[in-house]
């Protein structure tokens, strides 16, 4: 429904079984195809329980129609990845593994957001899909990488003369913050969880202030876990000078992190307002994207360059 008229009672129109309508602040499905009645009767509609979100908002209902669109045309070119993979399956069987791997975590993306949805926010629900979307994040940028790298050979060679004793650091160095992040994201989603609470509690339109004094201490650790990640991104561009592609995924990265430590900080001291909450969400997975690229880079580097020293 996009209009308010579909969600409301009236005596004029009929009604088939599990239709939901929004009356006294409650939804109604129901119960069985019925003719226009002249009252509302209670024998005929019961009400709704699954959630106590009772509010009708086109905006609302848009956003989550093209949220299940999207998804739906995500799928598509998944498939298509999946079947294409094939083609290489005697020289590259890790592609298919990992288009399969990929479709999975996809499926398992679609229930539970569908689970999110119907169990309107159950506890960590939110954290295991924000990890299933870093899951696919990451393999979907592995498997880039690697089909890409295969055309960048020439690339490599092209760029300063790089040793395993430069690489190795930097490839744990991406490995760590990679993972650095991981536990950042788990603490933040927590964190959201606890606004979420606040929002279910008061409303998403009521004023904010006050609100970040409620948040458990966990928004504490996510502060200051900031500056670790901050200074690992910052000796990672440091040490990566003079490795072209490499320093490009440092610098962007400790890029990424001042923003978010900006708009973090803003959300902070300014009791979380709505319009950054995205923003903050967005940066840590395009972090998440640079540095699982950046492992799979150095790695795949490094992997070059012993092949090359075992045929010379
Ligand atoms: C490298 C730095 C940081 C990263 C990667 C990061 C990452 C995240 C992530 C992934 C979330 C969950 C967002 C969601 O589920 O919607 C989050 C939430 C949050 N973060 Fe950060 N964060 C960083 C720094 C900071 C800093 C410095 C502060 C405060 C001073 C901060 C305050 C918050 C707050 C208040 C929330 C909950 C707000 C909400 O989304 O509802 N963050 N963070």
Known sequence: PTRAEQVTW?????????????????FWVAQADHAPQPEFSEQLWSKYTRHDYAVFNPVHTWIEFLNRLLGVLLGI??????????AHIRRHPWWVVTMFAVLFTLGFEAWLGKVVVDGNLVPHHITYHMLGAYVLLALLTVLFRNVHSLAEQNL??????????QLRP??????????????QTVLGTSVREGVDDLVHQWGFDAPRAGWVAQLEP???VH???????????????????GLAGLRARAGLVLMIFMAEAVVGALMYYLEIPKGLQPIHLMLSAGAWMLLVDAVAKSGLILRAIRGSRGSA
Do not use: C, K, N
């Not at 930097?170 to 536990?183: C, E, Q, T």
């Not at 502060?223 to 000078?241: E, N, P, Q, V």
């Open 156 to 165: 490599w060679r092209a760029e300063p003369p790089a040793t395993p004793a």
């Open 170 to 183: 930097m490839l744990w160095g991406f490995v760590v913050l990679a993972a650095l992040l991981l536990g």
């Open 218 to 220: 966990g928004v504490l």
């Open 10 to 26: 009236s005596p004029d129109a009929a009604y088939h079984q599990g239709q939901m309508i929004l009356r006294d602040g409650a």
């Open 77 to 86: 070119p998944v498939l298509l990845a999946t079947a294409a993979s094939f």
């Open 223 to 241: 502060r200051s876990a900031s500056l670790i990640l901050l200074a690992l991104a910052y000796w990672l561009y440091r040490r990566s000078a």
